[in-house]
Nanobody, 121 residues
C-alpha cells in the first residue's frame, strides 16, 4: 500500500486542521490505519489509530476530546480532524498502515511522507 498524507499547515492556537491520507495499492480495508507525529528533538509519538472495520479507535491521552480519526474505505482515505490545537501539537504528522492490531504501534509497517503542522501561540 502507498500512502500520501496532506492537509498540514499553519494554524493559530485554538484552531483546527484536517489531515488526509490517501491510500493506493492493496485493499485499503485490509489495513488498520494510524497517525503518528514527531516534533523536533522528540521521539515519534503514536497519536491515533482506527481499526479496519471503523469500529474501534485509539487516541493518545493528550489529544483525547480534541482529535478524531475516521476513515472512508470507499475512498481509500483516512482522516485526522484536529480541533483546539495547541502549540505542543506542532509536529510532522505521518500516516501509517498495519496488517496487525490497530492499537499496536509497533505493527505499522507502511508509511506515508509527513505533513507539517505548525501551531502559533
Amino acid at each position: 500500500v502507498q500512502l500520501q498524507a496532506s492537509g498540514g499547515g499553519l494554524v493559530q492556537a485554538g484552531g483546527s486542521l484536517r489531515l488526509n491520507c490517501a491510500a493506493s495499492g492493496r485493499t485499503f480495508s485490509a489495513y488498520a490505519m494510524g497517525w503518528f507525529r514527531q516534533a523536533p528533538g522528540k521521539e515519534r509519538e503514536f497519536v491515533a489509530a482506527i481499526s479496519r472495520s471503523v469500529g474501534s479507535t485509539y487516541y493518545v491521552e493528550s489529544v483525547k476530546g480534541r482529535f478524531t480519526i475516521s476513515r472512508d474505505n470507499a475512498k481509500n482515505t483516512v482522516f485526522l480532524q484536529m480541533n483546539s490545537l495547541k502549540p505542543e501539537d506542532a509536529a510532522v504528522y505521518y500516516c501509517a498502515a498495519s496488517l496487525g492490531t490497530y492499537y499496536n504501534q509497533y505493527e505499522y509497517r507502511y508509511w506515508g511522507q509527513g505533513t507539517h503542522v505548525t501551531v502559533s501561540s
